[in-house]
């Protein structure tokens, strides 16, 4: 695609129950990224893949939280039974070798 | 443990003057990237400026310049001739060569008409 694509935009669900957010990188891109970020805060690194390998799970909050990108493109973000605290918006960004990070438009997970 | 530090929270600026915002990082890296990126209300996060470490020129995309100190780990972003447009959140990012990306708290920049 053009860009990179997030599904779905905006997410409620009830305290906990399972979500699962996608992200569908620039084709091509070798790293892709996933944050959190609050409202009037900066992005929250949770995790990042160099094609299908995640380098860095650091930012996880919990064991709640995972990711996945099985094929070197389409990554998963699963929070398992959601807390209230999880809601936020997700960012997913892709980047080449030598390029910078592209955002996609983020899911807005509103837990309830 | 890479960070980036924004000390600025928030900055005003008068229409068609000039704001200049500050970002330090801490890194033990040679050769990394450095990232300014924009976000409007609309929070979308679009990219200002990039500046490659190995680079002593300091980038420039029309109004936007930095001033990039590597030994001061110093990555600064002047806005000149502000616009109203202009007015947004601005984050500082600085990106390894494994590509782990990192971000500032961001700064918000005000434009007085």
């Known amino acids: 695609g053009a860009g990179v694509s997030q599904s779905p935009r905006y997410k409620v669900t009830k305290r906990g129950q399972d979500v699962a957010l996608r992200c569908d990188p620039i084709s091509g891109h070798v790293s892709l990224y996933w944050y959190r970020q609050a409202l009037g805060q900066g992005p929250e690194f949770l995790t990042y893949f160099n094609y299908e390998a995640q380098q860095d799970k650091s930012g996880l909050p919990n064991d709640r939280f995972s990711a996945e990108r099985p094929e070197g493109s389409i990554s998963t973000l699963t929070i398992q039974r959601t807390e209230q605290r999880d809601s936020a918006m997700y960012r997913c960004?892709?980047?080449?070798?030598?390029?910078?990070?592209?955002f996609g438009q983020g899911t807005r997970l509103t837990v309830v | 443990a890479q960070t980036v530090t924004q000390s600025q929270p928030e900055m005003s600026v008068q229409e068609a003057e000039t704001v200049t915002l500050s970002c330090t990082y801490d890194?033990?890296?040679?050769?990394?990237?450095l990232f300014w990126y924009k976000q409007p209300p609309s929070r979308q996060m679009i990219l200002v400026i990039r500046q490659e470490a190995y680079k002593q020129q300091n980038a420039t995309e029309n109004r936007f310049s930095v001033n990039f100190q590597k030994a001061a780990k110093s990555f600064s972003l002047k806005i000149s001739d502000s616009q109203l447009g202009d007015a947004a959140m601005y984050f500082c990012a600085y990106r390894t060569n494994d590509y782990k990306l990192s971000f500032g708290a961001g700064t918000t920049v005000t434009v007085r008409a």
């Open positions: 890194t033990s890296e040679s050769d990394y990237y």
């Open positions: 960004a892709s980047s080449g070798t030598d390029t910078e990070a592209f």
